[in-house]
């Protein structure tokens, strides 16, 4: 169960879970491999303790506009779209160019591409080099991939998730995120991605976190975590800085054991 897919509603905290995630399994002792798939927000190299973002694997495939033509081509050829592949077979992040792949203290990072400009369409070539990498991509033993996900359900249309192993859903306290999250149960079913656990997050009681349990797991869906409303997070989100809160990263240590016990 190594490749992990962090989803959930926009603003629920995916990335900070990632972040936190990432952090948990380098105290493991073992490497995280970050994966930016989020075509909007930009900032997830700075929770992380990055300097820069890495450069976007869709320009180490040729850029947005080549795959755009190619994806044409196979269209035009009959190829269904879920089967277009861009990577060579057994990709592995030691075939990756330094640009593309950042690494520091046991944590590696990589970005699918971001919507750069007004009008540049949409963002389907992104999709498919997310599902093309996680689908080749073959870890190292003590590797462990994280996807940071774009926000709502859209990846899962586009095939993103076919590679996957386990999915964590992040829910906040709001009734747009249970469904999100329902949503997200359903689309990995479909997908026959039987590990899909809920972390709660921005809890502010337990009676909160009590009830967001109750229907979730109404709906089987199991949650594994629950991080509080936690002023340190949202001020180093605000700062720009990695986020360093101990309760969170405790937390996050119990769902890594819960993971991979
Ligand atoms: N436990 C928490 N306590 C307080 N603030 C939090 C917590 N978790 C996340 N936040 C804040 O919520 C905001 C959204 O978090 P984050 O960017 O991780 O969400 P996201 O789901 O990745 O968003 P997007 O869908 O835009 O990618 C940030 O300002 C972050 O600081
Ligand atoms: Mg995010």
Request: net charge negative.
């Amino acid at each position: 169960m190594r490749k992990i897919a962090v989803c959930g509603k926009g603003g629920s905290g995916k990335s900070v879970i990632v972040r936190l995630l990432a952090d948990a399994v380098r105290r493991r002792g073992w490497r995280a491999l970050v994966i930016d798939s989020d075509e909007s927000n930009t900032g997830l190299h700075r929770m992380l303790g990055f300097a820069k973002a890495p450069e976007p694997l869709i320009g180490l495939l040729g850029g947005k506009n080549h795959l755009e033509a190619m994806l044409e081509e196979a269209i035009r050829a009959g190829i269904p779209e879920m089967q277009v592949d861009l990577m060579p077979l057994g990709m592995q992040t030691a075939m990756i160019p330094p640009a593309y792949l950042l690494e520091k203290d046991g944590i590696r990072l990589v970005s699918v591409g971001k919507i750069l400009m007004a009008l540049e369409g949409c963002a389907c070539p992104m999709g498919i080099v997310s599902r093309s990498f996680l689908k080749k991509l073959v870890l190292e033993p003590d590797e462990i991939a994280i996807v940071d996900m774009e926000a709502g359900v859209e990846h899962f249309g586009r095939g993103v998730e076919t590679s996957i192993d386990c999915v964590l859903v992040v829910v906040e306290p709001s009734l747009d995120s249970l469904e999100v999250a329902e949503k997200i149960h359903e689309l990995s079913e479909q997908i026959e991605i039987s590990d899909v656990w809920a972390i709660l997050n921005k809890i502010p009681s337990e009676a909160i976190a009590a009830r967001l349990t109750e229907r979730l797991e109404a709906t089987q869906i199991h949650v594994i975590g629950a991080i509080k409303q936690d002023n340190d997070i949202f001020e180093s989100s605000l700062e720009g800085r990695p986020i360093n809160s101990r309760a969170a990263a405790a937390e996050i240590d119990k769902v890594l054991e819960f993971l991979f016990p």
